[in-house]
Every structure is written in C-alpha cells, then in structure tokens.
C-alpha cells in the first residue's frame, strides 16, 4: 500500500473504538489516550465525532459506546455467509453434548466467536458473537494459531502479555510453541482449565475444499460435568464430522 493511501485520521479513529474492549464501556478522554497511546486532543475529536454521528455517549465526564456501533460488526457479519452456515451445526453440536458450542475466526492475538449454540453458561463472562478470549490459552486459539507457521506465531507472542489466568496456564513462548505442535500432528486442542478455573474445551479445525483453515470450532463444558477423556472419547467425533460436513461447503 502506497503511504498515500492511508488515512491516519481513520486509523487513530478505529484504535479510540477498540479501547472500549475488555469490558470498558464507560471512557474517559484520559483512559482512551493511555490505552491507545494517542494525545488528548486526538481522542477528544475522534470521541466527539463517534458521539456527532451517533455511535458513542457522552455524559460530561464518561462516554460510551451506543448499539449504533454494531452497524459495523454487523457489516461482516452480513457479508460472509458462515455464521449462518455453522449455526444449525452448533445447535446440533450442543444438543448431542449437552454443552455449549462454538465457532471462532483469529483475529491478531485474538479469537472472535462469530457464531454460538449455548445451552449453559460455562464461563464467568457471557460468550456471545463478537466476544474475544485470547488465542494463546484458548482451544480455538491454539487450533488457529496451529494452523500458522511457528515463526509468525512467536512474533505474535512476543507482543502478546501472556497473562496466566490459573496455575495451569502456559505462558511461556517455547511450551506453547511445543504445545501447538502436537496440536498440528494431533488434528484437535484441548484446553484443561488454563483460561478459566472449572473450564474444559476442546476445538477442532474448520477447513475449506483446499484445506485452509477459515474457523475453529470447539465444545466447552463445566471441569465437573466432563472429564478429559469424555471430551476425547465422545465429544471430538462429533466435531470432526461437523467439521467435516461444512468442510464440502466451503470454498
């Protein structure tokens, strides 16, 4: 891309939207210019234009986002055909298992679940589509991060904080370089509580007819409710043959 096609202005409007990630609803001018590493003044006009045209509040002293913003999560949505493919797939992937079901796409160091079947909640925040976990300690992660070269995937967790949740967490580069190794030879990963005390999962690959991973997809249950084995023995043939069904629908 040429440098004169980029639009600085768009791009720094863009970063003072993603600072309300995390569970961040209510910003003040100060708390998005540290998050984005942008000056006061940027963020007042790029905060002041979101609220101009509707996609932000402002109190005096707060703002927030308004569901105006979804517009523009929803233009992908809208644009791709595969939420609406995957859906009746999950919804058979939960009742079989009795669990809750997933699909996700990476996006940077991150996974973004683009379509959901849930019969419980199993974690402590509420999954929906949109919502985002982080790749390195997740099973969609970890089955997308496989799926890329371990060159680039190191380059990603170097400027990733690899935070450990629990005690079980892998946070060091080279275990989860090895880990996502026998993720690739073993064709699925398996998450033990490293993102969430109480929370088994396990994810397998979405392919298309040339064999490029487009997705994940995954199965995630109470630690008390299945055990490892029960994740492997029963609910991974029935997400390989999800995966296997979409797979000849897929370009």
Known sequence: MKETDFVNGFAKGLRVIEAFEDGDRRLSIAEVAKKTGLDRATVRRSLLTLVELQYADY???FFSLTPRILR?????????PLP??????????????????????????????????????VMSINLTPGSRLPAY????GRVLLAAMADEPVRQLLARTALRANTDRTLTDIDEIIVE????????YAVIDQELELGLRSIAVPLKNRRGETIAALNVGAP???MSLTQMIEEVLPLLTDAAERLRISLM
């Open 223 to 225: 630690a008390a409710h």
């Open 84 to 121: 609406a493919l995957l859906q009746p797939h999950l919804d058979h992937l939960a009742e079989k298992t009795g669990q809750s079901s997933s699909a996700s796409v990476l996006d940077d160091i991150q996974v973004v679940y683009i379509a959901r079947a849930s019969q419980r909640r």
């Open 72 to 80: 523009l999560g929803h233009a992908y949505l809208s644009a791709t």
């Open 59 to 61: 109190d005096g002293k």
């Open 137 to 140: 300690c997740s099973s969609m």
């Open 180 to 187: 996502l190794g026998r993720v690739r030879q073993q064709g």
